[in-house]
């Protein structure tokens, strides 16, 4: 049986006490649609405020960014730059993040800078 989605059990997202994962397709058209996007050629951040007083985040991959383990890898590098960045994030957004076609070659510290650079300009750090 699976555990309800606002319970235990929601995967890494939750672990860092910070984050609720956005897994509904309905949630990433709304982003998509009415949230603004800051472009870079590592990630694509798309930033919306939300009602709720937590930060949700979502993180996908396409087929454009190469195969399987390219786009596992680019998930991971996307974690990993979100996981340092978490504190400094502020709660009552909604934050999508796009790998692009460089993500899997580019060491986690860079996609984190590019990262950091598109949330100061979205207005979502402390």
């Known amino acids: 049986m699976y555990a309800p989605r606002d319970g235990p059990g929601l995967g890494w997202m939750c672990r860092m006490d910070r984050f609720i994962?956005?897994?509904?397709n309905r949630?990433?058209?709304r982003a998509y649609?009415?949230?603004k996007a800051f472009v870079t050629p590592v990630v694509v951040v798309y930033v919306l405020k939300n009602r709720c007083r937590s930060l949700r985040v979502g993180i996908t991959t396409s087929k454009k960014t190469g195969n399987a383990v390219r786009r596992s890898r680019s998930?991971?590098?996307?974690?990993?730059?979100?996981?340092?960045?978490?504190?400094?994030?502020?709660?009552?957004?909604?934050l999508i993040l796009v790998a692009r076609a460089k993500t899997p070659f580019v060491k986690s510290t860079q996609v984190q800078e590019a990262l950091r650079q598109q949330l100061e300009k979205a207005g979502v750090l402390r």
């Open 21 to 24: 994962p956005i897994c509904e």
């Open 33 to 35: 649609a009415k949230g």
């Open 75 to 94: 998930r991971r590098v996307l974690r990993e730059a979100l996981r340092a960045l978490a504190p400094e994030i502020k709660q009552g957004y909604d």
């Open 27 to 29: 949630d990433f058209r």
